[in-house]
């Protein structure tokens, strides 16, 4: 009698695994996405902020114009 029930066991035990395999998947999947479609975000974000630390949107800054012959000399060391 013990045979029969390890035998009958088998292809329960086998079933399940593939049942959970298959409930397990498209979590997996969608998760790969998520992840790919933030590291895409996040490196379109990363080349903004690097057009804008480049200069390319900062306002021009005005700066006085300094004559030479009113600029302190240098000092040697």
Known sequence: MTSSSS???APVARQSVEVAVG???PPVLLGILVAR???DGLTQMGLAS???FAGDRLPTLHMP???PDTAAPATEV
């Open 37 to 39: 479609a933030l590291a």
């Open 50 to 52: 690097e057009q804008i």
């Open 7 to 9: 035998s009958m066991s």
């Open 65 to 67: 114009h300094i004559s």
């Open 23 to 25: 409930l397990l998947v």
